[in-house]
């Protein structure tokens, strides 16, 4: 078993702690340029309407790049100073840059989402194009589309089971899932910041396990990634707690999901990924009548503030049949359909003999 390289993850560990400060002194310092440039918005859980500078995720995203542009010769020192390794990990090199490449593509797209208020179809877009280094490194390093079959399948699929293409399709899809799994579960303060915490605490915990596993490296990779990105959000979410301060923007929510994407897919435990996103695998599938307008769907998505008592309460989607779309009407009268045949068919037997 290949020993740790603790001097890496320690100078990872202290430039992430680094970081947690710099994001602590610079959301206060730059929120006047916030207002000033008026990116803020209104708090629609607050009596108070003051404004409330918006995107800060931008600030977090940037001093995790800064942390990790300055990280990328650690892990190679062995080779630029001790000369201990017999060639240049060139497929190590190139993980880190492209992954340093998709997480910066995001950033700077949840950024102009911020500021130019992109459209839903935009947002399924976006993350598809960033997502294309990820797969280009994970073609060109590993290429490997094989997956083991569940038990219950393997009689008719055999062991394994080559995807090929569709693998890739996968993985992409995974990306576009992280980045708006996270955002459509929003709307409370420090929600976005605080699930992002918990899914990156669960993530290093899982990596520390798995360190003496065999596939050591590809957890240290992940743990590049994410002792950085915990410490940053954990700055952010101190401003973003309630009563919120700042808003994290849609370029948190991009950022923090293409970062889970990145060590999911080039961690190798995408898989694993998912169930750490159970509570927004959830909430997906609860939007998904909204997200596809079979009914209508609100511009925010948040519980209701009872100004009497000050407390948040829950809300309702309110419309009218007509306003469905044809989707939706259709929809409606087929389960209205069912549910009257349910009735007359298998309910009557409670009560008559037929």
């Avoid at 208020?117 to 280094?133: E, F, Q, Y």
């Avoid at 910041?193 to 596993?213: D, M, P, R, T």
């Avoid at 309110?318 to 069912?338: D, E, P, Q, R």
Wanted: charged share 10%; glycine share 6%; proline share 6%.
């Amino acid at each position: 078993m290949a020993a740790w390289p603790t001097v890496p993850l320690l100078i990872n560990l202290g430039g992430s702690l680094l970081g947690f400060a710099a994001t602590l002194t610079l959301i206060p310092a730059f929120t006047d340029h916030f207002l000033a440039a008026r990116l803020f918005g209104e708090d629609l859980n607050k009596t108070s309407r003051r404004p409330v500078p918006e995107a800060q995720g931008v600030i977090s995203g940037a001093v995790f790049l800064i942390i990790l542009f300055c990280f990328i010769p650690v892990p190679f020192l062995r080779c630029f100073v001790e000369e201990q390794c017999a060639a240049f990990p060139h497929d190590e090199f190139v993980e880190l840059i492209g992954s340093l490449l998709a997480i910066c593509c995001m950033i700077f797209l949840g950024f102009a989402d911020d500021v130019l208020n992109l459209r839903w179809r935009h947002k399924l877009l976006l993350p598809t194009m960033a997502s294309l280094p990820l797969l280009m490194v994970y073609f060109t390093n590993f290429g490997n589309t094989t997956i083991v079959v569940p038990k219950p399948f393997r009689v008719l699929l055999g062991m394994h089971l080559d995807l090929g293409i569709l693998y890739y399709v996968y993985m992409g899809m995974l990306a576009v899932f992280c980045t708006n799994a996270i955002n459509i579960l929003a709307g409370i303060n420090g929600i976005e910041a605080g699930q992002s915490l918990v899914i990156a605490a669960s993530i290093i915990i899982f990596n520390i396990v798995e360190l003496n596993g065999d596939y050591q490296d590809d957890h240290i990779f992940s743990l590049y990634f994410m002792i950085p990105f915990f410490f940053t959000t954990l700055g952010l979410f101190y401003y973003n707690w309630y009563p919120s301060r700042v808003f994290v923007g849609d370029t948190f929510c991009y950022f923090a999901g293409m970062t889970f994407a990145v060590v999911g897919i080039l961690g190798h435990f995408s898989k694993t990924m998912l169930l750490f996103f159970i509570p927004q695998v959830l909430n997906f599938l609860y939007s998904l009548p909204q997200l596809f307008h079979v009914i209508p769907c609100p511009r925010h998505r948040l519980p209701r503030l009872n100004p009497s008592t000050g407390r948040l309460e829950m809300s309702y989607s309110k419309f009218k049949t007509k306003s469905l779309s044809a989707l939706g009407t259709s929809i409606l009268k087929v389960l209205g359909s069912m549910i009257a045949f349910s009735i007359r068919y298998q309910l009557v037997r409670l009560f008559y003999d037929v």
